[in-house]
């Protein structure tokens, strides 16, 4: 019996829980705000408790779950229209580097040592410090950064070019099955579209694990190919 009482628990307060956060809004974990982060926390005490021990009355439980919702998305609600609060209960974002030099103060008061700094420099490919205008730890812990004009890559309006807008690549086929809705948005049907697999010598619809195309035309094409092990093609 308590195996099914424990099942009915963890069904309902899951279910309540998905209820609440997707009305909340929904965000990465790595970008909580800090007091969202502590929510999660205490929903996870308290769910725990409720779903190891069968003994605790339940509607007591759900009642907590929505109070500490309804506390988070007051809380959140509160930090987006006063910032005042926001800045003394939340993780701003800092400066660490500015003008290519680094603010000692402000690392040191964020904790991030020179090389926290330099190792995430790397992962943005950024091996010379020249290069940095900017870099900025976000609420979220993540380090934004801003190269130098100099060392920034070209874009088209750098060299007064209007390229055309891309629109998204639409599925045509997904594990071997036609999405002929997708095929009429581009105007398209079932001949087009064996016409161009046969190009590519592929008889049968059957032998495409996936395949998209653009609005100009553009078609990729991923055969079904059986499993291997990497290393027989490949010596690393």
Same mark, same amino acid.
């Given at each position: 019996m308590d195996y099914l009482i424990i099942a009915l628990r963890i069904i309902s307060v899951m279910a309540l829980f998905l209820f609440l956060v997707l009305k909340t809004g929904r965000r990465k974990i790595a970008e909580l705000p800090v007091y969202d982060f502590l929510s999660i926390i205490v929903l996870g005490s308290v769910i725990g408790a409720d779903i190891a021990e069968p003994n605790i009355p339940h509607l007591p439980v759900l009642f907590a779950v929505v109070l500490i919702i309804a506390l988070q998305y007051l809380v959140s609600s509160l930090l987006i229209n006063n910032k005042k609060i926001a800045r003394k209960i939340t993780f701003g974002p800092t400066v660490i580097i500015q003008n290519g030099q680094f603010i000692k103060a402000n690392m040191k008061r964020l904790k991030y040592s020179i090389e926290t700094v330099l190792m995430v420099l790397r992962e943005k490919d950024i091996f010379d410090l020249n290069e940095v205008e900017y870099a900025i730890v976000e609420g &979220? !812990? &993540?380090?934004?950064? =801003? *190269? @130098? #004009?100099?060392? =920034? #890559? =070209?874009? #088209?309006?750098?060299? *007064? =070019? @209007? #390229? !055309?807008?891309? !629109?998204l690549p639409l599925p045509l086929i997904i594990d071997g099955k036609v999405q002929d809705g997708n095929l009429q948005q581009l105007e398209r049907d079932r001949s087009w579209l064996a016409a161009e697999l046969a190009q590519a010598g592929i008889p049968d619809f059957s032998e495409v694990f996936y395949a998209d195309c653009t609005r100009e035309g553009r078609l990729y094409i991923s055969k079904i190919v059986q499993a291997k092990n990497f290393h027989d093609d490949f010596t690393l």
């Amino acid at each position: 019996m308590d195996y099914l009482i424990i099942a009915l628990r963890i069904i309902s307060v899951m279910a309540l829980f998905l209820f609440l956060v997707l009305k909340t809004g929904r965000r990465k974990i790595a970008e909580l705000p800090v007091y969202d982060f502590l929510s999660i926390i205490v929903l996870g005490s308290v769910i725990g408790a409720d779903i190891a021990e069968p003994n605790i009355p339940h509607l007591p439980v759900l009642f907590a779950v929505v109070l500490i919702i309804a506390l988070q998305y007051l809380v959140s609600s509160l930090l987006i229209n006063n910032k005042k609060i926001a800045r003394k209960i939340t993780f701003g974002p800092t400066v660490i580097i500015q003008n290519g030099q680094f603010i000692k103060a402000n690392m040191k008061r964020l904790k991030y040592s020179i090389e926290t700094v330099l190792m995430v420099l790397r992962e943005k490919d950024i091996f010379d410090l020249n290069e940095v205008e900017y870099a900025i730890v976000e609420g &979220s !812990g &993540s380090i934004s950064v =801003l *190269k @130098k #004009p100099q060392y =920034l #890559p =070209l874009t #088209p309006s750098d060299m *007064k =070019l @209007k #390229p !055309g807008a891309k !629109g998204l690549p639409l599925p045509l086929i997904i594990d071997g099955k036609v999405q002929d809705g997708n095929l009429q948005q581009l105007e398209r049907d079932r001949s087009w579209l064996a016409a161009e697999l046969a190009q590519a010598g592929i008889p049968d619809f059957s032998e495409v694990f996936y395949a998209d195309c653009t609005r100009e035309g553009r078609l990729y094409i991923s055969k079904i190919v059986q499993a291997k092990n990497f290393h027989d093609d490949f010596t690393l």
